[in-house]
């Protein structure tokens, strides 16, 4: 996918008010579909088609959530660190910085030395 296109597509994306709802709420606290549903006042289905999204698109990341009686569930927290828009000489860029919790850095490093 060209930046161009990668740049488009993010700048669609959030331009939906829906999706800015859901990396606020996320940005907080890691939070589950049923949850951002009740947040953004939106039916389930329509917060599961808008996560897969931003997920795809690594606003947003999936995590499994404990709970003491053993169960586990799916929660989101949002990626993002910081955006920055560019226009210049006639085009648009986005770029985005994600966050890197120690575990994903770690992973990120490791898998860099082994495939060197």
């Not at 488009?8 to 829906?18: F, V």
């Not at 897969?52 to 009686?69: F, G, K, M, N, W």
Request: proline letters at 2%.
């Amino acid at each position: 996918m060209s930046s161009e296109t990668r740049s488009d597509e993010l700048l669609e994306l959030l331009g939906e008010e829906l999706v800015r709802q859901i990396l606020a709420a996320t940005s907080r606290e890691p939070l589950s579909v049923k949850e951002l549903s009740e947040e953004c006042d939106v039916a389930r289905s329509t917060i599961y088609r808008r996560v897969e999204d931003i997920v795809a698109h690594e606003l947003l990341v999936e995590r499994t959530q404990l709970e003491p009686d053993g169960s586990h569930h799916s929660v989101y927290d949002a990626n993002v660190d910081h955006l920055t828009v560019d226009i210049d000489d006639g085009s648009i860029s986005v770029s985005v910085e994600v966050r890197e919790n120690a575990s994903e850095r770690f992973s990120r490093i490791w898998n860099d030395i082994r495939e060197t």
